[in-house]
C-alpha cells in the first residue's frame, strides 16, 4: 500500500497533507526519513513514525480506555455473575473482536484499565522491566504528615519484598481523612493499599487515573473510549516498540 494511503488510513491526515508531510521529511519507515511520494509499504509490518511518534496502522488493533467502575471485576466473564469488564465490552466480543484487559484493578478500586487485542503491546505494559508509571488518587484515614511521602519514596518493607513509589503529594485534607495522589510503577498485587496502610494509612477510596500517557480525565465510571493514536504512539516509545 502507498505510504501515504498509510498514512490516510492511520488517521493522520489527509492523502494530500500526508503527502506534504512525506515532502517536508517528517515521515520514517523502519528507521529511515522517506521524502520520495508513492513508496509501498506493507501494513503489517513497517514500523511508521510521523514527528518521531509511532502511527498505529494495523487496522485489526484495538486500544481502548475504560472507567472501571467500584465493585466490578476485571475479568471478561464472572463464575458468580458479578458485574464484570466484560459486560461493558459484550457487545464488541459478539462482533468477533477479541479483547483482554492489560492488569487488573481489584472489585474496590475505580478508574482506568486499558483494553486491547495488540498482544506485544499488553505484554510489555504489564512486564515490570519496562516501569511503566501508573497514577492512583487514594482517599486514606488519618491526616498524612509531610514525612509519609519520604518515608514511601525511600521504600517500605511488605511481607514480599521491599516497595517505594516514585513520587507522592498532599491534594487535600479532610475531616479525619487524606487525598494524596500516589505515582509508581510496581505492579504487585494490591501495592497501593498495602504500601499506605504500611505507613499507617489504609484506604478508603482508591482511583487509577492514569497509565504512561494515557490518562482517565472526565470520563465516566463504566464508559470505553477509544485511546487516541498519539497516545498509543507515546504507550509504544515507552515500551520499547
Known sequence: MRLQKVLAKAGVASRRAAEEMIEAGRVEVDGRIVTEQGMRVDPKTAVVRVDGTRVMIQEELVHLALNKPRGWQSTMSDDLGRPCVGDIV???????????HVGRLDADTE?????????????????PSFEVSKTYMATVSGIVLRGVGKELKAGVELEDGPAKVDSFSIVDVGEGST?????????????????????????????????????????????????????????????GL
Not at 505507613?199 to 485511546?227: E, F, Y
Open 179 to 239: 487525598l494524596v495522589k500516589v505515582v509508581l510503577h510496581e505492579g504487585r498485587k494490591h501495592i497501593v493499599r498495602r504500601l499506605l496502610e504500611a505507613v499507617g494509612h489504609p484506604v478508603i477510596r482508591l482511583v487509577r487515573t492514569d497509565i504512561g500517557p494515557v490518562s482517565l480525565g472526565d470520563q465516566r465510571p463504566g464508559t470505553l473510549r477509544v485511546i487516541g493514536r498519539d497516545e498509543v504512539g507515546k504507550l509504544y516509545e515507552g515500551v
Open 111 to 127: 478508574g482506568l484499565l486499558l483494553l486491547t487485542n495488540d498482544g506485544d503491546l499488553a505484554h510489555r505494559l504489564m512486564h
Open 90 to 100: 459484550a457487545e464488541r466480543i459478539a462482533a468477533g473482536q477479541r479483547l483482554f
